[in-house]
Antibody, heavy 123, light 110 residues
Framework: QVQLQESGPGLVKPSETLSLTCTVSGGSISGFYWGWIRQPPGKGLEWIGY???????DYNRSLKSRAANSFDTSQNQFSLKLSSVTAGDTAVYYC?????????????????WGQGTLVTVSS | QSALTQPASVSGSPGQSITISCTGT?????????ISWYQQHPGKAPKFIIFEVNKRPSGVSNRFSGSKSGNTASLTISGLQAEDEADYYCCSYVTASTYVFGTGTKVTVL
């Protein structure tokens, strides 16, 4: 079955760029939308963005100016970069696959999730 | 985009049914049937339990059901079991190709 695994530094300094990679195993990243969601400690889920290999992408309006994504189809990976981080970006970051909808032209939910990785922003 | 509104906590005894509401606006919940629900146990990743308002992914118990009326979606858990104690989040597609999660509800089995 498809599995996702996040990787990246657990500690990032304020004003620097947070970089995370999601490695997909058990299936190809082609043909699906993929996304990132984060969860600050003790708080709720926040959608960051979703992306399609070689195609469209969109981001949470509050993060759009600082977020960027990329794909490496040869490695079956996708990545997130979040620039100019502050303590407010401290969270568990999850990568996820978006499920194709059978009745709409956009995905209808996040059906497979990675285990999450904690990123702390601190000097 | 503001988070969808959920009650902070809901509780019930084993065997009972409980319902969690998820209130949005005409730009999200009220305008699309792309409502999904997630169950999250402490320290674990969320689990996909409902999509398109009321459909269950393969392997999800039929004790979980979803519905929607106007700007409010709901998740009902029937025959409450100890293993259902977790946090639950709704999520909706929003106009202009974005998604928004709910504030989350902690379910306690008494």
């Amino acid at each position: 079955q498809v599995q996702l695994q996040e990787s990246g530094p657990g500690l990032v300094k304020p004003s620097e760029t947070l970089s995370l990679t999601c490695t997909v195993s058990g299936g190809s990243i082609s043909g699906f939308y993929w996304g990132w969601i984060r969860q600050p400690p003790g708080k709720g889920l926040e959608w960051i963005g979703y992306f399609y290999p070689g195609g469209s992408s969109d981001y949470n309006r509050s993060l759009k100016s600082r977020a960027a994504n990329s794909f490496d189809t040869s490695q079956n990976q996708f990545s997130l970069k979040l620039s100019s981080v502050t303590a407010g970006d401290t969270a568990v970051y999850y990568c996820a696959r978006l499920k194709r909808s059978s009745s709409a032209p956009v995905p209808d939910g996040f059906d497979i999730w990675g285990q999450g990785t904690l990123v702390t922003v601190s000097s | 985009q503001s988070a969808l509104t959920q009650p902070a906590s809901v509780s019930g005894s084993p065997g009972q049914s409980i319902t969690i509401s998820c209130t949005g606006t005409s730009s999200d919940v009220g305008n699309y049937n792309l409502i999904s629900w997630y169950q999250q146990h402490p320290g674990k990743a969320p689990k996909f339990i409902i999509f398109e308002v009321n459909k269950r992914p393969s392997g999800v118990s039929n004790r979980f059901s979803g519905s929607k009326s106007g700007n409010t979606a709901s998740l009902t858990i029937s025959g409450l079991q100890a293993e259902d104690e977790a946090d639950y989040y709704c999520c909706s597609y929003v106009t202009a190709s974005t998604y928004v999660f709910g504030t989350g509800t902690k379910v306690t089995v008494l």
